[in-house]
C-alpha cells in the first residue's frame, strides 16, 4: 500500500499544506508515491507543449522541480522516516540534478536553513525512482555508467508501466549481461520489497 499523488500540483511538494498528509504516510508507515498526472495551471516551464511527444518528453521537469522542493523545504528534516518514490520519471536526469543541488547547497546553503546537509544525501536516504520510461542510450554500456554515476543501486525500482502502448518489457530492459545481475536483481525485485515493506516471501497463515 501506498499515498498516491500527482506530479502536476498547484503548489510544490514541500509546501506546507502537505505535511499533514506526510505525517500521516510516516506515522503508518507508507511510501509516498509521485505519478504523472495532475493539474498545475500550466503545462512544462514554458507553457503549454504544442504536441503530446512534446509533454511527454518534458514530464521530468516536474518530477525534478517537487524533489528540488522537497528537499530545500526540509521536509526530510521535519518527517525523517518519509519514503518518496517518483514513478514514470525515469532516471537518467537524478546525478546531474544531485550534482547542481549539491554545488548550490555549497555556496547557498544560508538560504535554506532547515537543508542541514548536502542535497544529494537526503536524495539517497528517502527517495526511490521507477526505471520507466528507461532512458537507454545508443551505447548499451552507457546504461551501466549512467547507474554508476546516479551510485544508487537500492533506490532504483522496475517499472514496466503496461499495458500502455510504450511500456518497457521486464525480459529486455537492464540486460544482466550490460548492467550486471546482482544490480538486475535489487532493480527488479528486492529494492521494491524494501520500499513497500513488503515480505520478501509469502508466509503461511
Not at 517537487?66 to 537524478?94: K, N
Not at 547542481?100 to 544529494?120: F, G, I, T
Amino acid at each position: 500500500m501506498s499515498v498516491l499523488v500527482t506530479v502536476a500540483t498547484r503548489e510544490p511538494l514541500g509546501d506546507a499544506k502537505y505535511w499533514p498528509m506526510f505525517e500521516a504516510a510516516e506515522a503508518c508507515d507508507l511510501p509516498v508515491c509521485v505519478h504523472v498526472a495532475g493539474w498545475s495551471g500550466t503545462e512544462g516551464c514554458s507553457g503549454w507543449p504544442l504536441y503530446h511527444a512534446e509533454r511527454h518528453g518534458t514530464w521530468p521537469q516536474a518530477f525534478a522541480a517537487q524533489l528540488v522542493s522537497l528537499v530545500s523545504g526540509g521536509v526530510f528534516s521535519r518527517f525523517p522516516r518519509l519514503r518518496i518514490v517518483l514513478e514514470e520519471a525515469g532516471i537518467a536526469w537524478v546525478a546531474p540534478l544531485m550534482w547542481r543541488l549539491d554545488r548550490a547547497w555549497e555556496s547557498m546553503h544560508d538560504d535554506v536553513p532547515e537543508l542541514d546537509r548536502p542535497p544529494s544525501e537526503v536524495i539517497r536516504e528517502h527517495l526511490w525512482f521507477t526505471t520507466q520510461p528507461l532512458d537507454e542510450p545508443e551505447h548499451p554500456h552507457q546504461l551501466a555508467q549512467m547507474l554508476d554515476h546516479l551510485g544508487m543501486d537500492e533506490r532504483i525500482l522496475f517499472a514496466s508501466d503496461y499495458p500502455h502502448w510504450d511500456f518497457d518489457d521486464p525480459a529486455r530492459v537492464l540486460p544482466a549481461a550490460v548492467v550486471g545481475a546482482e544490480r538486475r536483481q535489487k532493480i527488479m525485485s528486492s529494492n521494491a520489497l524494501a520500499a513497500f515493506r513488503f515480505p520478501d516471501r509469502p508466509t503461511a497463515d
